[in-house]
Structure formats: structure tokens, C-alpha cells
């Protein structure tokens, strides 16, 4: 019951931190939630300028909802009917236009950051919250086969995904737990808390297949899709396919680099060569130029 009290404590200091400084606070919009997984729980009861502290099984925190156990289901359904009504405001609104890009820009813009946004703390492990997260996708590649006279089958979803350049959602949320890691060791993100829980692979021999994260035994479903262990995991299968400096990449390069609908290696060095042989082209066009110049101001110094 010690921590109870101490927390009574930290609300008190914490208004009285507020009246020194003229800020005010709104007991009515604060509400007390027990993050565990125990049926029963200790009963606490908390004030705030004197009014009791309501308590509640989840909260809204900067757009994402937490439950008492963590599962982030609510989240999923909230986030999947929100983005159902964004997608057919879309479907209806862009009936004037017929490039297949068009619509792609207005999917990606208004439907599927929805259901990207904070990915990295309710990526879901089990397959129902997945399919219902896929299944805006596949319900917005049905819609484009259609405007783009294109034949849809179900059973062709990952086809379908690369004829329309679109990732499926599953390993756009795994591209971005590597790269957010990436930031966290790169120091990107200043944050020395998640930094400590990163437990780097130092083996005493080099071997082919090198994993950079070590990741501790993990003995429930809930810690093995905790995002350190999976986005470790991630990171450790991506290493074995690519060359990732995990401390200097480029995060652009290795979002690029993990897609397999982003351009190919032989197409970015043919374009860094276009550009290359544009700017050659540009400084001898400059040179000409100035050899001109100074013919054209020979020959009138010898006139005058």
C-alpha cells in the first residue's frame, strides 16, 4: 500500500506545482487506470483539488487507446471502423478521377496512415486483428481493379499488392519497427530508457550469419511481441538478406531497401550516373560558354 500513498503524494505536489506556477487542472478529465492482467486488483482511490479521481478500464493517450490489459483490440477495432468510413468518403469523392496514382495518393493519404499511425506500440501478434487490418487494403485493391479494369482475385491479394506497388500493411508496421530502432541506436530518438533495454550481439567469433540484437527468452505470448524482442527479431532476419549498418544507416536506404516494390539497386546507380552525366553535361556546356565569351572579348580588345 506504500505506492499508493506515494502516489497520492506525487497528485499533491503535482497541483501544488500548478497553483505556484498559475496552470490549471481539470479533475474531470483525469481518470485512474490499472494496467494488469490479475482479476482482482487493489482498490485505490485517488483526489485532485479534493475531487475523487474517476476510475476506468481505458484511456485515449496522444491517439491511441490503452486498456487495462494492454491487448490494444479496442485500439484495432477503433482505428479499422475509422479508417472504413475514411475509405468510402474517398471511394465516393474521387469517382471524377481515373489514374490508378490518383487514387493511390488519396488511399495512402487519408485511409491508410490511420492505420499506421503508432504502429510500433499496438502492432497485434494474432491473426484476427491482422486480417481486419488487411482487409481495408484488399477492399481499396478491389476498388482500383475496378476503376483500372483490372481483374480481381482474392486468392492474388500479394499479386495485386505488387502490380499496384502497395506493401501489405503487415510488413509495412515490421519496416517500421526496424527503422525506429535504427533511431534509437542511432541516437536519433534521445531517449536513454529504451536505449538500455537494447542488448547488443557481441559473439566471440564473426560468423556468416551475424545477428546484431540479442533477445532474451521470452516466456509469454505477450512479452514475445513486446516491440524490443520483435523488432529485434526483424532486424536480426533483415541482416541475414542485407548489409545494414544498424549504428550509420540510412533509414531512407533501408525502407527502400526492405520493400520489394521500391526501385532496385541497378536502377538507383543508373539514375545517380543520369545525374552525374546531367551535371557534366551542364559544366561543359558552362566551359563552351566561357570559351565564347572570352573569343568574342579577344576580338574586341584587337578591334579597339
Known amino acids: 500500500m506504500d505506492h499508493l500513498v506515494a502516489l497520492q503524494a506525487d497528485l499533491l505536489r503535482l497541483d501544488d506545482y500548478c497553483v505556484k506556477n498559475m496552470l490549471d487542472l481539470n479533475p474531470s478529465k483525469c481518470s485512474v487506470v490499472t494496467f494488469t492482467r490479475k482479476k482482482n486488483t487493489i482498490s485505490s482511490h485517488y483526489t485532485l483539488k479534493g475531487q475523487k479521481i474517476s476510475k476506468c478500464d481505458k484511456i485515449r493517450d496522444l491517439g491511441v487507446i490503452f486498456d487495462s490489459k494492454l491487448l490494444f483490440d479496442e485500439h484495432v477495432d477503433s482505428i479499422v471502423k475509422k479508417a472504413s468510413r475514411a475509405l468510402g468518403f474517398v471511394m465516393r469523392m474521387s469517382s471524377c478521377f481515373k489514374e490508378a496514382k490518383t487514387f493511390k495518393i488519396l488511399f495512402c493519404t487519408f485511409v491508410r496512415s490511420i492505420l499506421e499511425y503508432g504502429s510500433q506500440i499496438w502492432n497485434p501478434r494474432y491473426d484476427k486483428y491482422i486480417i481486419r487490418l488487411e482487409s481495408i487494403q484488399k477492399r481499396f ?5 475496378y476503376r483500372t479494369r483490372t481483374e480481381y482475385i482474392s486468392s492474388d491479394y500479394l499479386k495485386l499488392c ?24 542511432a541516437n536519433n530518438i534521445d531517449s536513454p530508457e529504451l536505449l538500455s533495454k537494447i542488448y547488443i550481439n ?28 520483435r523488432a529485434g527479431k526483424s532486424l536480426n532476419a533483415s541482416c541475414k538478406t542485407y548489409d545494414i549498418d544498424i549504428f550509420n544507416a540510412n533509414h531512407a536506404t533501408v525502407r527502400r531497401m526492405l520493400s520489394p516494390y521500391s526501385q532496385s539497386p541497378r536502377r538507383v546507380v543508373c539514375r545517380g550516373m543520369l545525374l552525374m552525366n546531367m551535371s557534366l553535361w551542364h559544366g561543359l556546356k558552362l566551359v563552351e560558354f566561357l570559351v565564347k565569351t572570352l573569343h568574342e572579348f579577344t576580338q574586341w580588345r584587337k578591334v579597339s
Do not use: G, W
Open 141 to 145: 485493391i478491389r476498388y482500383l481493379c
Open 162 to 185: 505488387a502490380k499496384f506497388h502497395l506493401l501489405p500493411l503487415t510488413n509495412r508496421r515490421e519496416i517500421s519497427d526496424i527503422i525506429f530502432l535504427l533511431k534509437i541506436l
Open 202 to 229: 557481441v559473439p566471440a567469433i564473426v560468423t556468416r550469419h551475424y545477428k546484431p540484437i540479442h533477445l532474451p527468452l521470452a516466456s509469454s505470448n505477450y512479452r514475445q511481441n513486446s516491440f524490443m524482442r
